[in-house]
C-alpha cells in the first residue's frame, strides 16, 4: 500500500474550529483516501506534461537558434558584399530591399556609402571620338 505524505509548514498548522469527531487514531476514510490519491495523480499527471512542454520548448529554442543562424549568416553576407562591418545594424525593407542604418549605425554606414558609386549614379564618360 502506498503511503500518501502530506504536510503542512509549522507556521501554517492550525487547529481545526470544528467539533473533534474523530480521535488522531481514526484511520482517513477510504473515500478520502480515494480523493487524495486522485489528486495525487492528477498532480503527476500535470507534472508529466510540463515536463513535455518544457521539452518541446527545448526543441523549439533548438529550431529558432538554427533559424537565427541562418538569418545572421544572410545578413552577414549583404552587409560584407556592400563593404559593411559584419555589425552594423541595418533595418531591410522587405517590400523594397533597401538598406537603411538603425540607430548607432549611421555614422559607419554613410562613410562606407560616401566611398561608393551605385550602378544607378554612375555616369559613364563618353568616348572620345576620333577626328577624321
Known amino acids: 500500500m502506498e503511503r500518501i505524505t502530506m504536510s503542512l509548514p509549522e507556521d501554517q498548522v492550525q487547529v481545526s474550529p470544528t467539533p473533534v469527531t474523530k480521535t488522531?487514531?481514526?484511520?482517513?476514510?477510504?473515500?478520502?483516501?480515494?480523493?487524495?490519491?486522485?489528486?495525487?495523480?492528477?498532480?503527476?499527471?500535470?507534472?508529466?506534461?510540463?515536463?513535455?512542454?518544457?521539452?518541446?520548448?527545448?526543441?523549439?529554442?533548438?529550431?529558432?537558434?538554427?533559424?537565427?543562424?541562418?538569418?545572421d549568416r544572410i545578413i552577414e553576407t549583404i552587409l560584407t558584399e556592400r563593404g559593411l562591418p559584419k555589425d552594423t545594424k541595418v533595418e531591410i525593407s522587405a517590400q523594397t530591399g533597401d538598406i537603411r542604418p538603425i540607430l548607432g549605425s549611421e555614422e559607419v554606414f554613410h562613410k562606407v556609402r560616401a566611398t561608393q558609386t551605385t550602378p544607378q549614379t554612375a555616369v559613364s564618360e563618353p568616348e572620345p571620338t576620333a577626328a577624321a
Not at 480515494?34 to 507534472?47: S, T
Open 24 to 71: 488522531t487514531d481514526t484511520p482517513v476514510s477510504q473515500e478520502e483516501l480515494a480523493q487524495l490519491g486522485n489528486l495525487q495523480n492528477g498532480h503527476i499527471q500535470v507534472a508529466n506534461r510540463i515536463v513535455e512542454l518544457e521539452l518541446e520548448k527545448v526543441q523549439l529554442l533548438r529550431t529558432i537558434t538554427a533559424l537565427q543562424g541562418q538569418k
